[in-house]
């Protein structure tokens, strides 16, 4: 197992060992440094939910889209409110009342069957430069392997403790998703062909969905990615992810799954 921490003390006592004429023996080769950074894939913009269907006990039939009134506050008269979707909707005036926006979604009650059947899909974008929207996630655990050695990844050449960090992957800069430098530690120079971290998600605020979000039962928070490359003697290697933010999601009951859709996708030598 590589350990950075002795790093710096095996390469001084190689160094006066030389000083003393020792031919046979070697300096030890200075280390190089593994930059990964992180950035949602800014094709992905959408989430798309799936209509569903809900027991009633009234029998309307309403038309709405994207135009559909925002209410602050939502009142039935002689009923609890509807909640679809995480969301309370109303009816007034014959008009389907919800705070928020759906798109593009008709509504039919069947009187026989008293179901709310929800027909068609929900979607939400994410508009250039919008700040509103945040699907939070945590980073940890960096390691670097070849085959079973590994060296631990720190989040900055100055730290020696590892350390669990927040991003948000809907954040955007310039109407652009946010690049993350989220691990740049020493290693030691040499061929790897594993890299592993800890990458969960704890919520999910997009457009008229405030959820909790979490990885399917029973899977790992460690993420592997397999992918051969080399850090060279006092040079940068960069391994750049791309993650599909709103793919990796999938609705649950009341609540959203994260698939984690990631991906290296560059390796650049500096």
């Known amino acids: 197992m590589y350990n950075m921490r002795y790093f710096g003390?095996?390469?001084?006592?190689?160094?006066?060992?030389?000083g003393l004429s020792?031919?046979?023996?070697?300096?030890?080769?200075?280390?190089?440094?593994?930059?990964?950074?992180?950035?949602?894939?800014?094709?992905?913009?959408?989430l798309v939910i799936g209509g569903e269907v809900l027991t009633v006990t009234e029998y309307y039939t309403f038309?709405?889209?994207?135009?559909?009134?925002?209410?602050?506050?939502?009142?039935?008269p002689e009923r609890e409110p509807l909640t679809i979707l995480g969301e309370?909707?109303?009816?007034?005036?014959?008009?389907?009342?919800?705070k928020g926006n759906i798109y593009d979604?008709?509504?039919?009650?069947?009187?026989?069957?008293?179901?709310f059947t929800i027909s068609g899909d929900t979607v939400v974008s994410v508009a250039k430069n919008d700040t509103m929207n945040i699907f939070d996630v945590s980073v940890f655990q960096g390691k670097v392997y070849h085959d079973s050695l590994y060296a631990t990844l720190f989040t900055g050449l100055s730290e020696y403790k590892t350390k669990t960090r927040n991003y948000n992957?809907?954040?955007?800069?310039?109407g652009r998703y946010k690049q993350f430098v989220i691990f740049e530690s020493y290693v030691p120079p040499g061929n790897y062909n594993m890299l592993e971290f800890g990458l969960t998600a704890s919520e999910l605020l997009l457009g008229v969905?405030?959820?909790?979000?979490?990885?399917?039962?029973?899977?790992?928070?460690?993420?592997?990615?397999?992918?051969?490359?080399?850090?060279?003697?006092d040079g940068i290697t960069e391994v750049n992810l791309q993650i599909r933010p709103l793919e990796s999601i999938a609705r649950y009951r009341d609540s959203f799954i994260f698939?984690?859709?990631?991906?290296?996708?560059?390796?650049?030598?500096?």
């Open 22 to 46: 020792c031919n046979d023996i070697e300096d030890s080769p200075a280390p190089g440094v593994l930059r990964v950074t992180l950035q949602s894939d800014n094709a992905d913009t959408s």
């Open 88 to 98: 309370t909707f109303t009816v007034s005036n014959d008009t389907l009342v919800v």
């Open 169 to 174: 992957l809907l954040e955007q800069v310039g």
């Open 63 to 76: 038309q709405i889209s994207g135009d559909s009134t925002i209410a602050d506050s939502l009142v039935i």
């Open 209 to 233: 969905f405030n959820s909790p979000i979490r990885l399917p039962d029973g899977e790992s928070p460690l993420l592997q990615l397999n992918r051969d490359f080399k850090v060279y003697e």
């Open 259 to 270: 698939n984690r859709v990631i991906e290296i996708t560059t390796i650049n030598h500096y």
């Open 105 to 115: 979604t008709t509504l039919v009650i069947s009187e026989e069957k008293e179901m």
């Open 9 to 18: 003390l095996i390469t001084l006592i190689g160094l006066g060992l030389t």
